[in-house]
């Protein structure tokens, strides 16, 4: 379990799209205020507990790391080719010009692989501190 203190008016974000605020403190009582999607049910524990006892508690999806991963994929690749493609309707077939050719299907693939790639490449590469904090540089 996390533990985490916060002030009054500080608030935590889970899975980016859930906000708890801490409202107000009054001796051993809390008040948080949440902000989540409108799909999302917030109960409190006790109505969550009757809920499961009646059946009638929704369950949260089961997250898939495969499927979250595959969608910031797509995501990045639609982002490569409406940047630089005109697409008109996104659920047709995609054909893309690359000079004088139209590519598409696994051609298009390996093309938006490739800009992918380079654009990674061309990414600043961050150094992280030497796993030893108390290794000392040579070069002191």
Excluded: W
């Excluded at 008016?9 to 999607?37: E, M, W, Y």
């Excluded at 639609?78 to 493609?85: A, E, G, W």
């Amino acid at each position: 379990m996390l533990m985490l203190t916060r002030n009054v008016g500080k608030a935590i974000v889970i899975a980016g799209n859930i906000r708890v605020t801490v409202s107000a403190v009054n001796g051993h009582q809390v008040r948080l205020g949440i902000a989540a999607p409108a799909g999302v049910v917030v109960d409190r524990e006790e109505i969550h507990r009757r809920r499961i006892e009646d059946g009638t508690a929704q369950e949260a999806p089961a997250f898939n790391i495969d499927d979250h991963v595959k969608l910031v994929a797509d995501a990045r690749r639609y982002r490569v080719l409406r940047d630089r493609v005109c697409i008109d309707d996104p659920s047709s077939i995609v054909l893309a010009t690359q000079g004088d050719t139209v590519i598409g299907g696994g051609d298009l693939d390996r093309a938006l692989d490739e800009e992918l790639r380079l654009e990674a490449l061309e990414q600043p590469v961050v150094q992280s501190m030497a796993a030893n904090p108390l290794e000392v540089s040579n070069g002191l």
